[in-house]
């Protein structure tokens, strides 16, 4: 089991910067994909991020729609994962979810086997 704790949403005015950290435990996460989803209300969760956890390198996967504003990155030895979101925008809004799979990067949520609880990130005009 792999149990995944999310932290650092807070409310952020448009154009400012916010870190998410997802912090892993339980069983090795070698070997996984590491992922952060979101959910803007009234909407289906949907992949902003993906990193590779392994020993030698960790490439990673965005949305289009975070691309050159969020960068995905991981502290191997901590097992944690951030998200560093630039550039926010109102549209940015939501619960920010990490979730974990063994193997590589997916865009659907159904594909992924362990989840947190989610964080609350909201972008005001």
């Known amino acids: 089991q792999v149990q995944l704790v999310e932290s650092g949403g807070v409310l952020v005015q448009a154009g400012g910067s916010l870190r998410l950290s997802c912090a892993a435990s339980?069983?090795?996460?070698?070997?996984?994909?590491m992922a952060w989803f979101r959910q803007a209300p009234g909407k289906e969760r949907v992949f902003v991020a993906a990193i590779r956890w392994t020993v030698t390198a960790s490439s990673a996967d965005y949305a289009d729609s975070v691309k050159g504003r969020f960068t995905v990155s991981r502290d191997y030895a901590k097992k944690t994962m951030f998200l560093q979101m630039n550039s926010l925008k109102t549209e940015d809004t939501a619960v920010y979810s990490c979730?974990?799979?063994?193997?590589?990067?997916?865009?659907?949520?159904?594909?992924?086997?362990?989840w947190g609880q989610g964080t609350q990130v909201t972008v005001s005009s």
């Open positions: 979730a974990a799979r063994f193997g590589t990067s997916r865009y659907d949520e159904a594909s992924y086997d362990y």
């Open positions: 339980g069983r090795s996460v070698i070997g996984f994909t």
